[in-house]
């Protein structure tokens, strides 16, 4: 989307509106475009007077705020986000939807406070993406913060960052093979490598999975647009919808399908997918029986164990779901309840505060997961089904670097990954940081980021700044992660940093 503005200043407004899709899936087209005309009249009249862009078929509006600096566009923005939630824009649906509150979440640059033109329309991608990470209904201005944090202990000071792919504060997708560098995401969530040498990502709205092998990308999975695929259609013929969490085992790409609450398949031979798990109907229900009857509510992160058990992380219900071989669901962790507790017990009586990324060691024995608000990174025995915390001492913070990593500060870690030598990573939301646990020492050290926010275009470690990297995996001596907000997957080169 291009905003022509020629005001000396100006705030870009970039807004959202949160799981529009998730409405969209259960009604007809006819009543989703009725719905989405009641919000475009609302921010009309809202925004009176101010150029507002809207293209059809999209949840995304553009406003163009002249004369308006940061601050005092976030706060138009934050009264007319307010005025929204009291808006019953759904209500003809139905009773059922009368009372529903809908929200927004939105993104803020302004001219010349974040630069001019280009620069503006990037930073205002960077703040949306930014807002959606702090779980929605929120509005940011885009601020690049520089931290000189005496508390971050780099591991090794000497590594190069390189953006591998896509480029920060640009939208795009990928329709056909795509060279690496030419290809652009849209709000890529996960990404997971294969022992062949391809990575697989979820680019959530797109809709779509693709495939990284020898520096092209290609579409595996999604035909680019929201829907549901039926069990074994083509794969790139499938509809998704906004799928957030992938694992590789053997021939097959497990893929969470969060808007939908199902888990597919992906046969990386047959490029066709495979429903495995959940209806379509968000719910928490099936344990005991078939896991294709079983409801689930936002499935996340998935990992599979040295058995070829499959973990979903179901994020709405504050659980992990098993799915063994046979095909059988069963709550593999989790009370459902909302708080910190059950360590040195077995997990399934355990509390969580939201769990994101999922992880397994080496001889996938251990599960390692993202207690998000916890800021704790817990670890399961999986063949006994005993929990403990590994890293983090439950107080948001950045601490610890160089010490026992039971007694840092984390915050908001969002996704885990180990790598041959069972080293661990932590891919940290609210740090902007990349953190690693040395198995031979049990310390943790800053490996990445934790130098503020911000969209780093140098490639020395020391002054790379990231937004919400928020998944990571690491293929042959390679660590791979994606700097979210920023709309890019980096690579950093281990074979120095680990001889």
């Known amino acids: 989307m291009e905003v022509n503005v020629m005001a000396r200043e100006y705030s870009l407004v970039i807004i ?123 509005v940011r201005c885009y601020e690049e913060i520089i931290l000189e944090n005496p508390l971050r202990c780099l591991l090794y000071h000497d590594i190069t960052i390189e953006t591998y792919a896509g480029s920060w504060g640009e939208i795009g997708n990928v329709r056909e093979k795509t060279h690496r560098k030419q290809g652009r995401f849209w709000e890529p969530q996960a990404i997971a490598a294969s022992k062949d040498g391809r990575i697989y990502i979820a680019d959530q709205n797109n ?80 344990d005991g029986g078939e896991a294709k009857a079983a409801y689930l509510n936002k499935p996340g992160g998935a990992v599979v164990d040295a058995r070829g058990n499959l973990y979903v992380n179901d994020i709405a219900n504050n659980v992990i779901r098993k799915i063994d071989t046979q095909g059988i669901i069963s709550t593999f962790a989790g009370n459902g309840a909302f708080g910190f507790g059950g360590d040195g017990g077995l997990a399934v009586h355990a509390s969580f505060h939201e769990i994101y990324g999922i992880g397994m060691d080496n001889q996938r024995e251990k599960l390692y997961l993202a207690d998000y608000f916890n800021h704790r990174i817990r670890c399961i025995n999986v063949r006994t089904g005993y929990i403990c915390t590994i890293a983090g001492n439950g107080m948001p913070g950045y601490a610890g670097d160089g010490g026992p990593p039971e007694k840092a500060s984390l915050n908001r870690p969002v996704a885990v990954c180990t790598d041959w030598q069972d080293n661990l990573y932590i891919a940290e939301s609210g740090n902007h940081s990349i953190r690693i646990i040395l198995a031979s020492q049990n310390r943790i050290y800053t490996l990445a980021g934790g130098c503020g926010m911000g969209s780093g275009l140098r490639e020395t470690v020391r002054d790379f700044r990231l937004a919400n990297p928020n998944s990571l995996c690491v293929m042959g001596q390679a660590l791979y992660f994606l700097d979210g907000a920023n709309n890019r997957l980096c690579r950093i080169n281990l074979s120095e940093v680990l001889k």
């Open 16 to 138: 959202d509106i949160d799981f529009f899709l998730r409405y969209c899936i259960r009604f007809t087209e006819k009543e989703c475009d009725r719905l989405m005309e009641n919000i475009k009249i609302f921010f009309v009249n809202a925004f009176a007077g101010m150029d507002f862009f809207h293209q059809d078929g999209c949840d995304e509006f553009y406003i163009v705020m002249e004369g308006f600096d940061n601050s005092r566009a976030r706060e138009f923005v934050e009264a007319v986000r307010g005025r929204f939630r009291r808006e019953r824009a759904a209500a003809f649906l139905g009773e059922e939807y009368r009372r529903v509150r809908m929200t927004f979440s939105a993104g803020i640059a302004s001219c010349p406070e974040n630069g001019n033109g280009e620069v503006v329309f990037k930073k205002a991608v960077t703040a949306l993406f930014m807002a959606k990470a702090m779980r929605h209904d929120q």
């Open 207 to 286: 809709h779509q999975i693709l495939e990284l092998e020898e520096n092209y990308l290609i579409p595996a999975a999604g035909r680019g647009r929201y829907g549901r695929p039926y069990d074994g259609i083509l794969a790139t013929e499938g509809g998704l919808n906004k799928p957030t969490g992938l694992c590789v085992h053997q021939k097959d790409v497990y893929i969470t399908d969060t808007g939908n609450d199902m888990v597919f398949r992906l046969d990386r031979e047959k490029r066709r997918l495979y429903h495995v798990c959940g209806t379509g109907v968000p719910g928490y229900w099936g």
